[in-house]
């Protein structure tokens, strides 16, 4: 499975979200539109990511870079995994 | 055996409260880790009161030391289920003579220590949508106590906090509450002058000074699986001084 599988499949399982990898953009935004997440939902996700794939981020900043989309997400655990 | 299979942290619990948690934690069959700061001689008598206790030194007022310290646990098969933080320390002398170290050393280990500890346990917490947290204060930090501005001003934070953070962390099941003892029997209790804590002594209704056990009892409630509705709490934990 490739990263971005990997990382869609992450989503759904640890924010229950009752959808499939497929229906998920890989441009789509992850907050606001698109899959609609809270501020909530980020924390967990950010732990989330920093325990599944070794990459932290660390700030919000981090974080609104990262969660732009699928594709952004993916860009940044490659850059930042340990 | 309430507690057998749970790994439990327990900062400053090589002494006092701290210590009696960590043994009765282990006599209800949890494996125990005792974080300590100074105290080698604390930490060798309480890892010979019970072999699911070890102890480890590292200083919570410095967070690169518990991130690493905590990370050493997870990856050694112990995630940190349940988190007692006891580490404290004080410095008492009345505010117009306080001198800076004395207010940034109590500030620093009592309230940012907290919040090092309890972030990086938090995230471990979160991610296994599990957790108890107990955080020690303070009656001081309810009523004050003359002589303790930083101490009182550090547990009475340290309260709050626990609050916060109960709010941010029940939707991933998390209970995090405070206890806040009165006069315990204790090191720091000891600093006290004799008239001093014959004086305490004469106001607390139930006529005497609490022990370590009696404060035990009450945490290992909270963070047993018998607690599955307390969370934000402070408990007072005091022989009737305030009521």
């Not at chain 2, 494996?31 to 100074?38: I, L, P, Q, S």
């Not at chain 2, 101490?151 to 626990?162: H, P, Q, R």
């Not at chain 2, 945490?219 to 305030?242: A, D, E, K, M, W």
Request: charged letters at 20%.
């Amino acid at each position: 499975m490739d990263l971005k599988q990997q990382i869609k499949h992450m989503i759904i399982e640890r924010l229950r979200l009752k959808i499939t990898p497929e229906e998920i953009d890989d441009e789509a935004p992850l907050f606001g539109d698109g899959l609609a997440l809270d501020s909530i939902d980020a924390l967990e996700l950010s732990i989330a990511i920093d325990k599944t794939f070794g990459a932290e981020i660390k700030n919000e900043d981090d974080g609104r870079e990262a969660f732009r989309s699928i594709n952004h997400l993916a860009a940044y655990i490659e850059q930042h995994r340990t | 055996m309430i507690f057998k299979g749970k790994n439990a942290l327990i900062t400053g619990g090589t002494r006092g409260i701290g210590r009696a948690i960590a043994l009765k934690l282990a006599e209800e069959g949890a494996r125990v880790t005792c974080w300590y700061h100074a105290n080698a001689e604390g930490a060798r008598i309480t890892e010979a009161l019970s072999p699911s206790i070890t102890t480890e030194a590292v200083d919570v007022t410095r967070h690169d030391a518990v991130k690493s310290a905590l990370r050493r646990l997870t990856e050694n098969g112990c995630p940190v289920d349940v988190l007692v933080h006891a580490a404290g320390i004080t410095r008492d002398v009345l505010l117009a003579g306080m001198e800076d170290e004395q207010w940034h050393a109590v500030l620093d280990a009592n309230l940012t220590g907290a919040y090092h500890v309890c972030r990086e346990v938090v995230r471990e917490m979160i991610f296994q949508r599990s957790g108890r947290i107990v955080n020690l204060a303070s009656l001081s930090g309810v009523t004050g106590l003359p002589g303790q501005t930083n101490y009182a001003a550090s547990k009475g934070g340290l309260i709050a906090f626990t609050k916060a953070l109960a709010l941010e962390t029940a939707r991933y099941g998390l209970l995090v509450n405070a206890v806040s003892p009165g006069l315990i029997q204790t090191d720091i209790s000891n600093t006290l002058s004799e008239e001093r804590l014959q004086q305490m002594t004469a106001q607390i209704p139930l006529g005497r000074a609490g022990t370590p056990e009696e404060v035990a009892e009450l945490v290992l409630f909270l963070v047993s699986p018998r607690n599955t509705y307390i969370t934000g709490q402070n408990l007072i934990i005091s022989g009737g001084l305030t009521t």
